[in-house]
């Protein structure tokens, strides 16, 4: 039995209000291990060690409070986490490192994670403070603080209600906080009952293979009408979808109630009318303005009917003309630009 072995057994009920890191490293000092080399401190490998059997032992608290006492010397502190993580006991709980390179280039201790295997709560310690939060995994690598956590179930009840304007209130705010936005939404949406108001998050991917959230649209199971919220800005507009119902598509109300005549009208004779666009952000319009000027007809940013939601583009537009043009469709038959329709009713 080694000299660690013998202190848990005469201290079993060590925790995060008795601990002493320095007697813990004292007495695991003598400990053996294979994972130990030669230019490794014995003070570091003996804090390692202890931390290592805390999580093994699966002592939340202790183990929290011996890392709250390492990070206060952040640098110091990787090294021996490093080893606690090598060492791999077997657990409920995981050990996880947050780091950044400082200016000189050098890794830097950023946070400490416990991480439940179980439920995905992380427990965190701040490097430097020691500060204690807890967050939970919703999924797609996304953490949630509690604070957020506490927030969005708010949220998630003034949907499940049918309140809508409240939600729009809530969903407007966090718009402007993109990066707690889209964990808290994905969220919100794993609460949903069926019966509420619906989330519909609108993402894409950036060059880098991010997901980043663009929209949200709360969907009312009535009308199916989508209030839309773009993120950042949480400028709101109000959609409706249009052709297949997917909601792949959308335009305002009035613009998609006539549009949708002329749709079901066509599809009674035998034609698909074929949507290429219709609904854009304001996002959206000006990097088509940026990547398309001089090539297309685009309006400027804050101009166009697209924005608006009342123009759409059809791929098949000669087919598809007459039955639009009966439902107020005016088709301005632009020559670089002639799948573009316009809603003037």
Request: net charge neutral.
């Amino acid at each position: 039995m080694t000299k660690l072995e013998e202190w848990q057994e005469v201290r079993p009920d060590a925790n995060s209000s008795n601990l002493n890191l320095l007697e813990i490293a004292s007495a695991a000092s003598t400990s053996r291990s294979p994972m130990k080399k030669a230019d490794e401190s014995t003070e570091q490998f003996s804090a390692a060690n202890a931390l290592a059997a805390r999580l093994g032992n699966n002592e939340l608290n202790a183990s929290l409070e011996i890392i709250r006492n390492l990070v206060e010397d952040a640098q110091g502190a990787l090294t021996v986490l490093r080893l606690s993580q090598k060492l791999k006991p077997d657990s409920d709980y995981e050990l996880q490192l947050l780091t950044r390179p400082n200016r000189a280039g050098k890794e830097e201790l950023v946070n400490v994670d416990i991480v439940s295997k179980r439920s995905g709560q992380h427990h965190r310690i701040e490097a430097g403070t020691g500060q204690y939060s807890r967050w939970l995994d919703v999924g797609t690598g996304q953490l949630l603080s509690e604070q957020d956590l506490e927030r969005a179930a708010k949220l998630s009840k003034l949907l499940n209600t049918h309140k809508l304007n409240e939600s729009l209130r809530s969903v407007k705010a966090l718009a402007l906080e993109p990066d707690v936005a889209f964990p808290s939404l994905l969220w919100i949406r794993k609460q949903e009952t069926g019966s509420g108001l619906s989330l519909n998050l609108l993402t894409h991917k950036t060059s880098d293979g991010q997901t980043v959230l663009r929209q949200v649209d709360i969907v009312s199971p009535y009308n199916h009408d989508r209030h839309r919220v773009e993120m950042e800005s949480g400028r709101y507009t109000l959609l409706r979808a249009i052709g297949d119902k997917r909601g792949d598509h959308v335009l305002a109300p009035r613009a998609a109630a006539a549009f949708q005549a002329a749709f079901d009208e066509a599809d009674r004779a035998g034609l698909e009318i074929e949507i290429n666009s219709s609904w854009r952000s304001y996002k959206d319009q000006t990097r088509l303005y940026k990547n398309l000027r001089g090539l297309s007809p685009v309006a400027a940013p804050g101009t166009s009917m697209h924005e608006a939601g009342l123009a759409v583009d059809v791929q098949n537009y000669r087919e598809a003309r007459p039955y639009l043009e009966r439902q107020g469709w005016y088709w301005p038959n632009l020559p670089k630009d002639p799948w573009h329709f316009e809603y003037w009713r």
